[in-house]
């Protein structure tokens, strides 16, 4: 049976939440079944943030199984570590390598290396959604991304995000183009 | 019929706006808050109320059905044991309009205090419950709940779980509701007061009717037999339905559960049919427990299938099923990341110096500021439930530890604290309340408390409560230079008796929020 598992990973305030929504609405637009769950217990203040998006032929649970992911996004490369369990034998993890705030001290170097060691592909989600003229659109950026390997048609991408971002538009267009176009580097 | 993709608390709602609801109430706590807001912004008209803690929020509702119309009640499975006390004894009165209690348990904890199981409320109450494994069922379910609580005249609970509430897939919705009840006032004091020659009938008829549940729930299309294999059957209830469901070969036998009490018959028939049987339930053994008093062939959590605690997932259904599974190994020595306070947070600045005053002892309450227990905090010592912050105080106070200092939010100190200050003040402890006010309940969203000055809202202040107790009390502005906090705090620390201090600082938050 056909079936695509999708796990968000990131932080508080990073669009994880719209960047399942926004999955879940283009598979179900293409007429797949998908189910999608949260975890956002303390997002508010700076708590991790687990989305995942189930979408297949005919769904069941909402969760997804460690070691069955075929993607896992992550807006963050620490959080995208910290859900690597759930990704399946063949499953690609795309993770934005720029850095959310966190108190706590750490070699970033040291993470990014052991990220690259795992095959995660790093793309710089923030910097590209600056570069678009929205620093919130790093969600969007990782949407572009793995639009690459979805088996969805570009022009439904771009209809769902029409009809469901109202604000900034062409930027998060835009956004959605170059972390389309920096993931075609890398894959 | 149309379709929308709902969440299993959206789907609630909707279940209960067509079901003619007339009234809901509601105390915020997660995973169910987002109930009562789906129909706040339903744009249905339906009447809300958050209520000023759960108790209330269950007799509004009782006090609705009384006049014959359907109300909804929600709330988090640990709201249920403030609420236990009306919810009891409204199974003795019965009620009149539909009353449908929707409880969030949170297995394994994601944002709560502990994960009991509120199926043992309906069976401690003996009403009738009800579990969803879907959104879509979570609608049907809420319909059909009101209908049941008419037939029988008894609460009906609706017992949901953090995966259900979050949970989204596309729902089927009827096209329009069904219209709301008559008002009218029936009194029957020999029902309505349950003085003990009335209550002792009244315990009566409700026995009485437990034949009539265990028919309903025998009946109820909510619970259903796929009978397959003889070697081996799944017994599942609620999103452990669907957890099982994901690994089913096909041939094993299935048996779906989705009302309480259980339907015995359905059970034993199953039973007889099946050999090896796996029980596969989010909370505790309770269906488990039912049937391994039939027959030595039940696994489940207690010979140890699956562990005691935490949640159900499809991962301890592969495992129990022996299917393959190896996951990766985690990635070790991650920099942790600990929730925190917003930045520019008030309870920043508050926290840092009451950590330098360093009282004896913290006892603390539920709210955003409980995160002070973490670093760089670390100023607070205890936590427990809703309002125990100043309950606890007194108690250490009253067996003689130093000037206790109770730290609670607005919204706590209207749930639960102010009993306990009204003792702090008839019994003249000595204690600090710091009450951590930040005009609303952060940490679940945004709610309102009673104090705020929304729309058609009278404002109760809490000056107006202090005043009115006649303890000492002072507003401190969080924002102000440290020295002047820290003078602040000892001033209060050496006044004798009960004093309570204010910080106030609207949450920043929910500012942000809003002005987008
Ligand atoms: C009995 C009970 N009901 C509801 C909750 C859910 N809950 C957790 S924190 C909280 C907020 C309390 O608000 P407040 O005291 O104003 O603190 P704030 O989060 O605003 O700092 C609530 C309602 C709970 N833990 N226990």
Known sequence: MKKIDVVIAGVGGQGNLLLAKLITLTALAEGWAVKRSEIKGLAQRGGSVLSQVRIGEKIWSPLIELGSADFLLGLEPVEALRNYQFLGPQGKAIVSSNFAPNPIKFSEEEILEKARSLNFLLIPALDLAKKAGSPQSANIVILGAVSHFLPFALSTYEKVLKENLKRLQEENLKAFALGREEIQKLA | MSFKILTGDEAVAWGAIHAGITISTAYPGTPASEIQETIASSGTGTKYVWAVNEKVAYENALGASYANQRALISMKHIGLNVAADPFINSTFTGVNGGLVLAVGDDPSMYSSQNEQDSRFYAQFAKTFSMEPSDPQEAYEMTMEAFEISERLRLPVLLRLVTRLCYGESPVHLKENGKGKNELKLEKDVRRWVVVPSHARMLHKSLNEKQKVLEEISENSPFNSMVLKSKKRGIIASGIAYAHAMEHWDGETSVLKI???????????????????????????????????????????????????????????????????????????????????????????????????????????????????????????????????????????????????????????????????????????????????????????????????????????????????????????????????????????????????????????TEAKRRAK
């Not at chain 2, 002070?372 to 427990?384: K, Q």
Request: charged share 20%; proline share 11%.
């Open chain 2, 258 to 508: 989705g009302t309480y009490p259980l339907p015995m018959k359905m059970i034993r028939k199953f039973m007889d049919y099946c050999g090896e049987i796996l029980v596969v339930e989010e909370g505790e053994p309770i269906i488990e427990k039912a049937l391994a008093e039939l027959s030595p062939k039940v696994h489940g959590k207690l010979d140890g299938t699956f562990p005691r605690q935490w949640e159900m997932t499809p991962d301890l259904v592969a495992k129990a099923l022996r299917l393959p599974y190896s996951p990766p190994t985690p990635v070790e020595n991650l920099p942790p990341r600990y929730p925190t306070f917003c930045p520019g947070c008030g309870y920043n600045f508050t926290f840092k110096a009451l950590k330098k005053i360093n009282p004896q002892v913290i006892t603390g309450d539920i709210g955003c500021y409980s995160l002070a227990v973490f670093p760089p905090f670390e100023a607070m010592d205890t936590t427990v439930c809703m309002g125990a912050s100043i309950g606890m105080a007194l108690g250490l106070a009253y067996v003689g530890v130093k000037k206790p200092v109770a730290v609670i939010g607005d919204s706590t100190f209207f749930h639960a604290g102010l009993p306990a200050m009204v003792d702090a003040v008839h019994n003249n402890a000595d204690i600090l309340v710091l009450i951590m006010d930040n005009e609303l309940v952060a940490m679940t969203g945004g709610q309102p408390t009673p104090a705020s000055a929304d729309e058609g809202k009278t404002p109760v202040t809490l000056e107006q409560v202090l005043t009115g107790l006649g303890v000492t009390f002072d507003v401190l502005n969080p924002y102000r230079p440290e020295e002047e906090l820290l003078a602040k705090f000892k001033e209060m620390l050496e006044k004798p008796g009960p004093v309570v201090l204010i910080s106030r600082s609207p949450c920043i």
